[in-house]
């Protein structure tokens, strides 16, 4: 058994849905041991190579590093080491300081010269218990001494130290992947440290391979044909396929393509790609796409686009599929919120389009296959109206697949109120601040 630390992402618990699913339609995970809203150490049935935890990583949209957890301590005494408030305890300190752990991670100590860095997760963003800023400080100083006393001739550290982008009041001392990459952090001797805290531990892993951000702007802003109003984010189309339990050498459709975001991620999965919208110019966008994307792999890839509505795929579709991953049309663009009439007859509108459609897909999907799919909710002057599931399956070979299920999880260490996780879920949702229509993701399982 081995622990390994993935970093999540803003929707932790989105995030870590999709991790657990991939795990088990891998057979590679025992359970969930700890989590926070930054991190899940997952315990797994086996030490993965590192052909394997690349290919994990560059599958799943909402985990950003993943490391192999190689100590831990308990998070009271790195409480009493550095305190948010207070004086720090020197015993603590001076326990810490060792830094024995590194053995594990520098074994050869015939090193001329050693670059590395620590990236500090707290449990929750705001109000953590431990000062993150002297606690990075001070980790990468012991770390650094260690080396040199055991050593080796230079050791430096990286580090970020400067208020999070997206919330000044907040620390931020975690290393972004370009910096990573740029000092080649993960190229042995050198290492990336993660520092990951959860409600009663600190988990220190090193870094095997990181989300490359750059390379996915670089597709994002570079490929012909882009929509913003129809286009998924590359990072829930991940997700999505991941509900729908895609694997490479199989076959997933998208009835509802748009300009090919999802097409594209799957056949950069190595999964054929068959993609279904009723507009033509739309269609031809995608084509564009993914001719570009295939020029930029230097290689064929394996696809199709029909140009139809999806609510007549049994007629327009001559073959089964072993997946379905998409998001349906969320109805009109709103610019303000509408009354709770009119956000009732929208969803009213969408809830027969999905189930017309889904009639159809439980028809040429393969028998257990799976859906994933997104849903809307619509923020009206009054309430939230979304579309009640059971409607949508109506006459349909459809059951709902279970989220986050107890089963996988651990309860016994994250007892936080605020990190606790209601399990068995039939949906997640995908929210962004300030737009009218909200997203939630669902799987469904043909019985």
């Not at 050869?108 to 606690?135: A, C, E, H, Q, W």
């Not at 792999?297 to 140009?307: S, T």
């Not at 509505?309 to 919120?337: C, M, N, T, W, Y």
């Not at 969408?350 to 909710?377: A, D, F, I």
Request: glycine share 6%; net charge neutral.
């Amino acid at each position: 058994m081995t622990d390994y630390a993935f970093i999540l992402g803003k929707n932790w618990l989105l995030s870590l849905a999709e991790l657990i699913l991939y795990l088990q339609d891998r057979d590679l995970i025992v359970k969930v041991r700890d989590h926070s809203r930054n991190v899940a150490i997952i315990e797994m049935n086996q030490r993965l190579d590192l052909e394997q935890i690349v290919e994990i990583q560059s599958a799943l949209g909402g985990c950003f590093k993943l490391g192999e957890v190689i100590t831990t301590y308990e998070k009271d005494l790195v409480t009493d080491a550095f305190p948010r408030k207070g004086k720090p305890d020197k015993s603590a300190r001076k326990t810490m300081q060792r830094c024995d752990w590194t053995e594990k991670i520098w074994k050869n100590r015939r090193y001329n010269k050693v670059k590395f860095g620590v990236s500090t997760y707290p449990m929750i963003d705001r109000k953590p218990d431990v000062d993150l800023r002297k606690f990075t400080y001070g980790l990468n100083q012991w770390i650094k001494n260690k080396l040199l006393a055991d050593g080796i001739r230079k050791a430096s550290f990286f580090i970020y130290d400067e208020p999070d982008r997206r919330d000044k009041r907040r620390a931020s001392v975690a290393l972004w992947p370009h910096t990573i990459a740029r000092h080649g952090l993960l190229v042995p001797p050198n290492a990336e440290i993660l520092a990951t805290f959860t409600d009663s531990k600190l988990y220190l892993s090193k870094t095997v391979v990181v989300y490359d951000s750059q390379l996915q702007k670089y597709r994002d802003e570079s490929r012909p044909y882009v929509s913003a109003e129809i286009s998924t984010s590359p990072k829930i189309c991940r997700t999505l396929l991941n509900f729908a339990g895609a694997r490479p050498g199989e076959t997933v459709l998208d009835p509802f393509c748009g300009t090919g975001t999802l097409l594209m991620e799957a056949i950069m999965l190595g999964i054929r790609a068959i993609g279904i919208d009723v507009d033509p110019d739309v269609l031809q966008g995608a084509h564009q796409n993914i001719m570009w994307l295939s020029r930029d792999l230097g290689e064929h890839v394996d696809f199709e686009l029909i140009r139809g509505d999806s609510r007549q795929v049994v007629d327009i579709l001559h073959e089964p599929v072993d997946s379905v991953a998409f998001e349906p049309h969320l109805g009109p663009v709103l610019e303000e919120k509408p009354d709770a009439k009119t956000a009732d007859e929208i969803i009213e509108d969408l809830t027969e389009l999905y189930n017309t459609v889904l009639r159809g897909l439980s028809e040429v999907l393969k028998p257990r296959g799976r859906v994933g799919m997104t849903l809307p909710l619509i923020k009206s002057t009054k309430d939230i109206h979304s579309i009640d599931i059971s409607r949508i399956l109506l006459g349909t070979d459809f059951e709902i697949g279970l989220l986050l299920p107890d089963s996988m999880l651990d309860k016994s260490l994250a007892r936080d109120s605020r990190i606790v996780i209601n399990p068995n879920r039939d949906r997640l949702p995908e929210r962004k601040m300030g737009q009218l229509v909200q997203r939630e993701l669902i799987m469904l399982i043909k019985v």
